[in-house]
T-cell receptor
């Protein structure tokens, strides 16, 4: 079974703090993703990476950055947290290719509250 | 422009009855479709998928139907159980595209009433 692990499940941070969300996958997947989920807005892609040290912006990259130093690890960074970044953050991974390669596997999510 | 639409934000169904969750898409290039299920405070889990070469795919109590001409797919759950209460996301992609191009709907919250 694919395992995507998000190290922090629940975080409370102050406005202006730098926040790191860590994610590790154990399936040797090339692709990794960060989404956020908000009620009524569905899943929105923040950033993705298709290889080590490679990153691409998703639909809502503003206020975020990412780091992928190792294939299995993908970090999301909030340089200066703001209250509108209070959300559930979901890390995911997939292998390249068609068909089942389009299936994305998600971690359990990280609830971030910015006060 | 929303390319994958789930027009019902919520749905309530009696236990034992059929649940039908609908999804419409606008991009005719989409040819692979997935459903994900999400419980509160957990990440989405893959439920079932269908390729455009089929019009039906079944997995136990879950069946997905695809109507390409109408650009419509639906997820049927029979019989519905209280444990099926969750948010269901429909997703679509064009074969050959990178997984980052998987486009999600906004979700439908299913409540199965005992």
């Amino acid at each position: 079974d694919v395992k995507v692990t998000q190290s922090s499940r629940y975080l409370v941070k102050r406005t202006g703090e730098k926040v790191f969300l860590e994610c590790v996958q154990d399936m040797d997947h090339e692709n990794m993703f960060w989404y956020r989920q908000d009620p009524g807005l569905g899943l929105r892609l923040i950033y993705f990476s298709y290889d080590v040290k490679m990153k691409e912006k998703g639909d809502i990259p503003e206020g975020y950055s990412v780091s992928r130093e190792k294939k299995e690890r993908f970090s999301l960074i909030l340089e200066s947290a703001s209250t509108n970044q209070t959300s559930m953050y979901l890390c995911a991974s997939s292998s390249p290719g068609t068909g089942d390669g389009n299936t994305i596997y998600f971690g359990e999510g990280s609830w971030l509250t910015v006060v | 422009d929303q390319q994958v639409k789930q027009n019902s934000p919520s749905l309530s169904v009696q236990e034992g009855r059929i649940s039908i969750l609908n999804c419409d898409y606008t991009n005719s290039m989409f040819d692979y479709f997935l459903w994900y299920k999400k419980y509160p405070a957990e990440g989405p889990t893959f439920l079932i998928s269908i390729s455009s070469i089929k019009d039906k795919n079944e997995d136990g109590r879950f069946t997905v139907f695809l109507n390409k001409s109408a650009k419509h797919l639906s997820l049927h759950i029979v019989p519905s159980q209280p444990g099926d209460s969750a948010v269901y996301f429909c997703a679509a992609i064009r074969s050959g595209a990178g997984s980052y191009q998987l486009t999600f709907g906004k979700g439908t919250k299913l409540s199965v009433i005992p």
